[in-house]
């Protein structure tokens, strides 16, 4: 601990010196504007949001003290394209900070934070800049603007109204404080959760992506039961890096936020702008869908016991052994081999990372006529990471930069995910900013004697976050406000699931499943299999991911968590919703990082809502067919380039013509 401190004194010392060359106030003179890596240092970050922050608040003044009459461009134009130093810092600090943290930067971070949120703050209860963006809300009908720009108008009042602008001197200033707290514990609970995954890494020697496939392969039943509880208790264990204490606080200060806004829980205030609107929607939603889901589970469980009773009778297991939740994954696998003769290890072979991404890329490109290629020396900020330019099929103009990292590592957090860089959007001047995406994950690294080879679940998360990286790179938006993935949290899951139905087709398997040794192509014997096993499992799977949500929404319509016990409420909440005791939720409150640090609070449910919209959407797919130009043609033009200059209904049903079948996601799992 001394040494660190020694070593953010000395950055300290050096941010002055450094404020002269720091990259992050210069332009970057790097292909296509990706940072400059190598070049920025950790001293540099502190110093270049301190200048941000000034900068960005000079921006501010210059829009309140402009005497002319208040318009779109000279108020809400401005106001969207200000900030451009501190979104250049946030693009390249937050993007690390889960992907390749130091304890240096950790502690740059919530520095970082509480300055970010002390400034939102001063925005957010700027009386002088909201009377000027109300103004403007007021005469909406009058100003002639786009539809796009009421979406950006009405985004921008909404972000004024709904933090607290109305509040008096007290309650602004608690709202203030409220913020800023929350800024730090959610970056907190991500840190103690990050520390939680290696430890379990430590004991076991398997990173937490690589859980369900050490469980499916693991044949000691006691090791079985000692890694799920020690996975399933992360967060929970009474040492320097359990959650309860950091995660109720976080509950605590959205109950109170929400009462503040004049709303009887954190769930009716996050969902008020949401596509669901109110609790009660989601909550009938999520007990339809977890009925037939729980139902399939418990058939599932029967055949897995029948082969676990086979290993009773060749004297493997004690008498009386019955499926636990430790089970699930091994004999779900026995049962998938026994059903439909499809054993992982076949597979993966034929899943090696390059091929599968180029598979991704390939789909993308008959889809929507875009071209990928990779850029040689790109800036990096690890090895691991890929940098690709994605053009235009037609007229080689650039729609935007990809960068992947695909591997684990101690230093970044587990899971998948896409983020960006850079937004798109244009200029006052009328520039086209195209963007900068991130893709993330955690698959198995290469090692001297095979590459990466993915399992199932890994290619269908590859082509599930270049979903949301194609809604990132396609954005055809003017305001960055509303650009790409800045839509309802409800809704931004339908690009990155609707792209998950195109991964084990067996025209696109053709083009890129092939055996990484003989460069065979996938039999169509195994493609049957994959295809046929589909809906294997489906009744784990959606119930797991169903119980989680449910679990969420618990959580956050609770009006009050003082005196409450975690394990207690959770255990009441799933006896309640009817979860059977061989599943547990796919997240448990002391790990559920979505909803305490990563922006999916009372909004996990979202995942299962945009699957209704993205197995309604593939239905018109599999009608026209899959690569039917014209179908994705108004995909891309009524979705992916839209970002959120419409309503999230509006756009579907332009494209669809119709609003969703509500069953189309039960059809689609098997599950009715």
């Avoid at 020694?6 to 450094?18: E, G, H, K, P, V």
């Avoid at 937490?208 to 499916?216: C, K, L």
């Avoid at 392969?217 to 020690?230: P, S, T, W």
């Avoid at 430790?326 to 899943?351: G, N």
Wanted: net charge negative; with cysteine.
């Amino acid at each position: 601990m001394k040494r660190l401190f020694a070593i953010l004194a000395f950055a300290a010392l050096l941010m002055t010196s450094c404020n002269k060359k720091n990259p992050f106030l210069t332009e970057w003179d790097t292909p296509y504007g990706i940072p400059p890596f190598e070049k920025i240092k950790e001293a540099h970050y502190l110093p270049a949001i301190e200048e941000g922050i000034k900068q960005h608040n000079a921006e501010i003044q210059a829009i309140i003290d402009n005497p002319d009459a208040p318009t779109f461009d000279n108020v809400i134009g401005a106001y969207d394209n200000s900030g451009q130093i501190l979104n250049k810092v946030i693009g390249v600090l937050f993007n690390l900070a889960e992907t390749d943290i130091t304890p240096t930067l950790e502690k740059i971070v919530d520095e970082a934070m509480v300055k970010l949120s002390q400034h939102e703050n001063e925005i957010t209860f700027n009386k002088a800049l909201f009377a000027k963006v109300e103004d403007l809300n007021n005469r909406k009908a009058e100003l002639g603007l786009t539809r796009e720009q009421e979406m950006v108008l009405d985004k921008a009042y909404r972000s004024f109204a709904d933090n607290g602008i109305a509040l008096d001197e007290a309650g602004q200033a608690r709202m203030m404080e409220i913020n800023t707290e929350l800024s730090t514990l959610g970056n907190k609970f991500g840190n103690m959760l990050l520390k939680e995954n290696n430890a379990f890494k430590e004991k076991f020697g398997v990173a937490i992506s690589e859980y369900t496939e050490a469980m499916t392969n693991e044949e000691d039943r006691a090791k079985r039961e000692e890694m799920f509880r020690a996975y399933s208790n992360r967060g929970n264990n009474g040492n320097e890096n359990d959650t309860k204490e950091t995660l109720l606080r976080i509950l605590t200060l959205k109950e109170e936020k929400a009462k503040l806004l004049g709303y009887d829980n954190p769930a009716a205030w996050i969902l008020s702008d949401k596509m669901a609107k109110t609790p009660e929607t989601v909550d009938a939603f999520l007990a339809n869908i977890f009925k037939y889901a729980v139902a399939q589970a418990k058939k599932e469980v029967i055949d897995m016991q029948l082969v676990m009773d086979e290993d009773i009778k060749a004297g493997k297991l004690p008498e009386g052994s019955k499926i636990e939740a430790w089970d699930w994954f091994y004999y779900a696998e026995k049962v998938r081999k026994a059903k439909y003769d499809l054993d992982e290890e076949q597979v993966k072979p034929y899943f090696k990372m390059e091929n599968v991404r180029e598979g991704v890329f390939n789909t993308a490109s008959r889809l929507y006529g875009i071209n990928f290629e990779k850029i040689e020396n790109a800036p990096k900020y690890h090895p691991d990471m890929e940098a690709f330019k994605v053009t235009d099929a037609e007229d080689g103009s650039l729609i935007g930069i990809l960068t992947t990292d695909y591997f684990p590592r101690e230093s970044k957090r587990g899971g998948a995910w896409m983020n960006n860089i850079r937004d798109q959007y244009v200029t006052p001047e009328g520039e086209m900013v195209r963007p900068i995406i991130v893709n993330v994950g955690n698959f198995n690294k290469p090692t001297a004697d095979k590459p990466s080879l993915l399992s199932i679940d890994n290619v269908e998360t590859m082509f599930h976050e270049f979903g949301h990286a194609l809604h990132g790179l396609l954005s055809q938006c003017h305001y960055s406000m509303v650009s790409g993935t800045s839509v309802a949290r409800d809704f931004v899951e339908l690009p990155s699931q609707i792209n998950e139905n195109w991964a084990f087709d067996k025209e696109v398997l053709a083009g890129y499943a092939k055996h990484y040794q003989t460069g065979e192509v996938i039999p169509d014997e195994l493609v049957a299999k994959i295809q046929a096993a589909g809906n294997f499992n489906q009744g784990f799977m959606t119930t797991e991911l169903c119980a989680a949500s449910i679990l969420d929404m618990k959580w956050h319509e609770l009006a009050s968590v003082e005196g409450i016990d975690i394990e207690e409420f959770e255990k009441k909440a799933c006896d309640e919703m009817g979860l059977i005791g061989e599943i547990i939720p796919r997240y448990r409150t002391t790990y559920f990082n979505h909803i305490f640090n990563s922006g999916y609070s009372a909004g996990y449910y979202s995942y299962l809502w945009a699957e209704v919209l993205d197995k309604d959407a593939f239905e018109l797919f599999m009608q026209k067919g899959i690569f039917d130009p014209e179908t994705a043609k108004s995909f891309k033009e009524n979705i992916l380039e839209k970002g959120g200059s419409e309503e999230p209904m509006t756009l579907y049903k332009t494209f669809r013509g119709a609003e969703p079948d509500p069953d189309a996601l039960l059809r689609a799992r098997g599950l009715k």
